[in-house]
């Protein structure tokens, strides 16, 4: 085909504080609406795209506002911050005319649709962008590793995963000038090395099924698009 593409199908993970934008916390809207039109532009060249949206930018589980708390039920919380982020990223996708649906793994039918394999299997045929909420559902994870578990069950080709930099360095490229950026990892070098890029369960998941991880800078304007044709600087991860 002439697709630019190297991937036609990805699930796309946003951290909550790529979200916060020149801000502490919370979402900050010209930030949104310019990763929205990243999705925009990179659905326009034929890829099928979903999405995970992290909730740090309003709650983290190990934060010090959870201390005393049970982990579980600060997880909960977390995860609920998700879907606050999603219903964010919704509207400014339904503001430029896209399709979408949130899809949640804690059921809150009030407010999405609960997350049923097949149905987002579906909304993806139909060209939807589907965002998943909630991560797993379950305590003790990470929006990480539910990007690749979604990648897994979506079939995707790829799992872009978009940072603050412009992909995995053997130092932090911030306070060390000798930092150089990896081109291409193994899964297992980056287990071996512990690099930060994803946890591990997220690393072993994508492993298994065979899914690239495409590490992007998600500040940059055109970032998305540039991970997709591989014009863009990144890292790919893969055995
Ligand atoms: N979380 C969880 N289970 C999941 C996904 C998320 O318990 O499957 C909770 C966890 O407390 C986490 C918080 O939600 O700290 C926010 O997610 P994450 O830290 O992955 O967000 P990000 O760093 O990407 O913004």
Known sequence: SSSPLKYRRILLKISGEALM???QYGIDNDTVSRIANEVKDAQALGAEICLV???GNIFRGVSPAAEGMERASADYMGMLATVMN???????????GLYTRVLSAIEMT???????RRRALRHMEKGRIVIF?????NPFFTTDTAAALR????????LLKGTQVDGVYSADPKTDPKAERFEHLSYHEVLMRDLKVMDQAAISLTRESDIPIVVFPIGVSGGVVGALTGEGASTVISD
């Open 86 to 96: 999603a219903l964010a990223v919704q509207n400014a996708l339904e503001r430029i």
């Open 133 to 137: 909420a909630a991560g797993t559902g």
């Open 21 to 23: 934008g020149p801000g």
């Open 53 to 55: 949206i992290g909730g």
């Open 151 to 158: 990648a897994a069950e979506m079939g995707c080709d790829a």
């Open 110 to 116: 009030a407010i999405c649709e609960p997350y049923i």
